[in-house]
């Protein structure tokens, strides 16, 4: 995403916010977006917190669970978790991710792109160029997708280089959605599934995403191998 000739109109504000141990990437064509973004994360993060404290099984739970009715930020993680057969943990960047998103929409913002933890949630006014992360793997931040359609939310799962908990293989399971909270969600149960050879793992990866109803495309990198299914953005090349 450059910068175009009339600074005044193409201008982007970029920052890196840390909650915790949520590293958050926050771009914007306001500085107040940033701004908006910022108290989004820390506003949520601790509205989950202290939901957290009274229910200990929503944190540690590998299974959906009943959607409490507030904060939203759980609310909006048990019900993507019920639609992925997941945790609801499972979703908590990418949900984390909209509110911010939906925030900064609130005052105007026209490009509101927020990542946490890898998983994004943007809308915009022009095309975004992200790129895949796969650890120490050839592949990995040498290519990427440019978004054009906008809302959406991309999250990627990984067996391999994640901090987050998977029980398959995949070096990258990435979802495209209309929200980032259903991606990720859904991201890690494709990634569950990814095991054994590469075209057994790489179709139960593809089928299994495209199972859940507001999935639009799935991408998985595993062995080496890439499948792909659904609408996904245009694939490019990253430059290192």
Known sequence: ?????????????????????????????TLQGIIVAKESITHNYQELENYIRTSQLFFYTFDP???????????????????????PMAAVAGVIADLAVLD???????????EDGGEISAVSDRP??????????????RFGFRLNEFPIGVATSSGRFSHAFSFGDAEAATVFCKDAGLADAVATAVGNV???TAEAGIEAGLKQGLSTPGVLGVFVLYQGKVGTAGK?????QIEP
């Open 194 to 196: 990814v095991k054994g």
């Open 1 to 29: 995403m450059g910068i175009g000739k009339n600074k005044l109109r193409n201008a982007l504000f970029k920052e890196e916010y840390t909650y915790k141990n949520s590293i958050c990437h926050i771009i914007s064509d």
């Open 128 to 141: 975004i160029d992200v790129a895949v992360s796969a650890g120490n793997e050839p592949l990995s931040k």
């Open 65 to 87: 669970i009943p959607v409490p009715s507030e904060p939203l930020v759980a609310k909006l993680m048990a019900l993507a978790a019920q639609k992925a057969n997941v945790g």
């Open 232 to 236: 996904i953005p245009q694939i490019i």
């Open 104 to 114: 900064m929409q609130s005052i105007g913002c026209k490009v509101a792109v927020v």
